[in-house]
């Protein structure tokens, strides 16, 4: 059981590159995010999803992309990367049905991004 | 979702119990004390939550006054590894979506 991983650790581009960030999970979990975390800074949501099929915008979400075609895998993606998007990209997953101790979300390691 | 405050950081001699404080005076009744950590670079880490009754797992105990407006996370041997930021969020229970992390608590652990 690996919880969630994400693809890659690392990646620097250049201005107007695009990429796409894997996040997949092996928890049967409906609901899956990604953050941003900047220097001194909180978590920002950018998007999520309820289930496969299904996204909705976060706090953060202008310049990025997401789908959620296979229940465990969530991609975000950078279409034409800039400087302000180098930061810290974290998923999230959590179970998402019901009951208070359903709602806790669990992270990966996270994907460190340098736009240059 | 109820705002929380917490002191920006503390100090913790290893061994010893690290109490955590988090003030939630606006915290409305179906709201959840939900406590997570990031030790530094990795992602956040749930540690513990509750409603009323004070919880304890195998990472932490949870205390909440009787009036809900505060609450204290409890490390009972607080080791090196337990350095991180700690995070306090109040959220209505079973609800999903956006974790609104503040600015936490800094723990330092020394030998």
């Known amino acids: 059981n690996a919880g969630v991983t994400q693809t890659p650790k690392f990646r620097v581009l250049k201005t107007g590159q695009s990429m796409t960030l894997l996040c997949a999970q092996d928890m049967n979990h409906e609901y899956m995010y990604w953050y941003r975390q900047d220097p001194g800074m909180g978590l920002r949501l950018i998007h999520y999803?309820?289930?496969?099929?299904?996204?909705a915008k976060g706090e953060v979400p202008d310049g990025y992309n997401v789908s959620r075609l296979k229940k465990q895998n969530f991609l975000l993606g950078l279409e034409s990367a800039a400087p302000s998007q180098t930061s810290v990209y974290f998923c999230?997953?959590?179970?998402?049905?019901?009951?208070?101790?359903?709602?806790?979300?669990?992270f990966g390691p996270g994907t460190r991004l340098t736009v240059l | 979702d109820a705002k929380t405050t917490q002191p920006p950081s503390m100090d913790c001699a290893e061994g010893r119990a690290a109490n955590l404080p988090c003030n939630h005076s606006?915290?409305?009744?179906?709201?959840?004390v939900y406590w997570y950590r990031q030790i530094h670079s990795q992602g956040p880490q749930y540690i513990i939550h509750g409603l009323k009754n004070n919880e304890t797992n195998e990472m932490a105990s949870l205390i909440i006054t009787e009036d809900r407006k505060s609450s204290t996370l409890i490390l009972p041997h607080a080791t090196l590894r337990d350095t991180a930021v700690y995070y306090c969020?109040?959220?209505?229970?079973?609800?999903?979506?956006?974790?609104?992390f503040g600015k936490g608590t800094k723990l330092s652990v020394k030998p």
């Open positions: 969020i109040v959220r209505v229970g079973g609800s999903q979506g956006n974790l609104i």
């Open positions: 999230a997953s959590s179970y998402g049905i019901g009951v208070s101790a359903s709602d806790t979300q669990y």
């Open positions: 999803s309820v289930g496969e099929g299904t996204t």
């Open positions: 606006t915290i409305s009744g179906n709201e959840y």
